[in-house]
């Protein structure tokens, strides 16, 4: 351990790893393809990391290991898993002669094979990010597979800069993970701590010697209530950092805990025989005894997370001085960083000049983030130098709450006018019969959830478009030959109710935000959604209205072309706020019910062009749970009304859609059938129909459609294997409930893969139907 290298005064705990312009993105994908080599990847890897480390020198963080090595090819959990040696049984020749996970490995743990399904994939608390399960069992033997957190960290030193490697740390890497296929039904990940605690011994000795002061363990699955009895959690996280912290020759270690307050943890983690502690104190309070705090952290830094890292709101910095300020007087020692990873925002607002000045003032990207963090470690240091700064960013924060569109009193009048009648539709049994007179759908009716391939042709006409190369209608014509494109194809499989396919879309938020008051979008602000998928949320700022149809014509062309049922496509009201950065200055439930209202017009209108089915997507209503179980049926209560605000105005005959993936969905089974939707499709391929037992289980008696094809991966599912997965959804939920159909919209795969997985899957459902009759 290096004694005289004390924590960096100003930190972040993580930085954008994707490239300022994607260019880890589009390396990962060229590699991929075979247009680049491994060696040219790691190249590429290389100069992201580099250039992270001298920009956040540049913005103030100069300090030995201030700079956060939480770099990634993938995905951190992956990252871990290929550590450690947590590589599924089925997965075994992955492995080369040495027992190393190679970069080919680690990508087909990621994305599967024509042979073998890949890792499962779910939310990472509660953000848009998606994180690889690991699989482990009673037999998985920990080893050290991957040294490639050494050579990171090696790589950018070369070049005078320490940065602080990362790691996840052990209780919240067995949390996350699964029971292997095979596994006893009573056994869980957890149990293997003690042997996966040498593993990550080792490989703290080895950054050691490679130079390094500092490693951050990140233990965010304390901050939230899971199947894990209290006791046995701090237990756990007890045993790991007494093993930990006397493994010999390691780094002085940081444990962080994003996403939430530590609760009854919060003593024994303070605690532990490590040399730092982060916490977030930005969603949570500052602790009621500082006098216990002070003393449980006696020799150690307390990283106080003051700055949002998960929103792009400008920081309140007199605010967050002052949270420092009653720490300091109770005589800890502290450093300043952001309450989560910055991974979850943009890098830079500056580069947003479309924006107007005045909300580009209001926003703080990772850069932006890097500055307020060094502001308020200066703060303590010297008050009175931080004092410009801090008094600047309190005047921009009272000059946005009355600035212009950021309160409407139409749309405040018309959210206080709300009824309980706006809440509801007819019974489902009403609903059910009228729709099936309108519709005459068979038996396992099939159908995709909305987006298909999105070409190079049409994302290069839409930003010849945005360009101005092409007019607005030779874009719309050359968009309604995709349309046509795909109507006929669905045609030619046998689909019995079809989409329009949305070539029109960028994103399945961005789309509507650009159509809707109190939104603004950006060009640069990427953020990682999973592995190389990347997203730019909108930017809430303001009242949201909706001033004209937005997906009307489109929806009106495309059933002119079929006699068959045309899907409306629209995105729910919690998943535009989840995908979006939204306002911070009212309370979610008030933002979410006026996109509900703008989207219940959208309905009205929809139904008055002839459309019968409406699709109302809420992938994210998971996403938004709070961790803490006593704060969840608030949101689930406000979520759930307002869906219902925006689909119950909606007549009896008109058939109201909805889809939701990659959650845990028996924890949300009761918020899904307080929807009230008439069918709901799920993601299921991956975890295998398991959704199928909640909904069993529940009694789900509205239509459901358990995803039967996993398109966030390259491979095609054959007939057999579709086959069988609707013969297990049929063996737990009866037939007339059952729709067939995709994980996921189709955006992100290519037209030769989805036809031959379309195909198959219509040959499965003729298959299943036949044996029903």
Known sequence: MTENTPFPAASLLGYPRIGRRRELKKAVESYWAGRIDAAELAATAQQIQLGTAQRLQELGLTEVAAVPGTFSYYDQVLDAAAHVGAIPARFGNLLDADGGLGLAGYFTLARGDREQQPLEMTKWFDSNYHYLVPEIGPDTVFSVTSDRILRDFAAVLESGIETRPYLVGPVTFLLLSK?????????????????????????????????????????????????????????????????????????????????????ELLEPVASLPVEAIHLDLFKGELPADLTGLAQALAGKTLVAGVVDGHNIWRNDLAASARKLDVLKAAGINLAVSTSTSAFHVPHDSAEETQLTEQLRSWLAFADQKAVEVATLARHLADAEAARPEIEAASRIIASRASAEGVRRGEVRARTAALAETDFHRAEY??????????????????????????????????????????????????????????????????????????????DMVQYFAENL?????????????????????????????????????????????????????????????????????????????????????????????????????????RELLPLRKADQPEYLAWSVRAFRLATSGAATGTQIHTHLCYSEFGVVIDAIDGLDADVTSIEAARSRMEVVNDLQSHGFSRGVGPGVYDIHSPRVPGQQEVTELLQTAVAHVPARQLWVNPDCGLKTRGYAETEESLRNLVAATREVRAQLV
């Open 179 to 263: 029971a292997e296929a095979g596994a006893p039904a009573d056994f869980a990940p957890l149990a293997k701590l003690a042997e996966l605690l040498p593993v990550y011994a080792a490989l703290l000795e080895r950054l050691a010697a490679a130079g390094a002061s500092w490693v951050q363990l990140d233990e965010p699955a304390l901050v939230a209530d899971g199947a894990v009895p209290a006791a046995e959690l701090r237990a756990a996280v007890e045993q790991a950092y007494q093993v930990l912290g006397s493994a010999q020759s390691r780094p002085k270690l940081l444990v962080s805990t994003p996403y939430g307050a530590l609760g």
């Open 429 to 506: 049994a009403d609903r059910a019969k009228a729709q099936q007179e309108e519709l005459r759908l068979p038996p396992l009716p099939t159908t995709t959830i909305g987006s298909f391939p999105q070409t190079g042709d049409i994302r290069s006409a839409r930003a010849r478009a945005n360009k101005g190369e092409i007019s607005a209608v030779d874009y719309q014509e050359l968009m309604r030959e995709e349309i046509r494109r795909v109507v006929d194809l669905q045609e030619d499989l046998g689909f019995d109710v079809l989409v329009h396919g949305e070539p029109e879309r960028n």
């Open 517 to 621: 008051d109190g939104f603004e979008v950006t060009v640069h602000g990427w953020v990682q959604s999973y592995g190389s998928r990347c997203t730019r949320p909108s930017i809430l700022w303001g009242d949201v209205t909706r001033s004209a149809p937005i997906t009307v014509e489109w929806a009106s062309f495309a059933q002119s072309l079929t006699e068959k049922p045309m899907k409306g496509m629209l995105t729910g009201p919690v998943t535009i706020l989840a995908w979006s950065f939204v306002r911070d200055d009212q309370p979610l439930a008030d933002t979410a019910n006026q996109v509900a209202l703008a989207l219940r017009d959208e309905i009205a209108d929809l139904e008055t062009a002839g459309i019968k089915i409406i699709q109302v997507d809420e992938p994210a209503l």
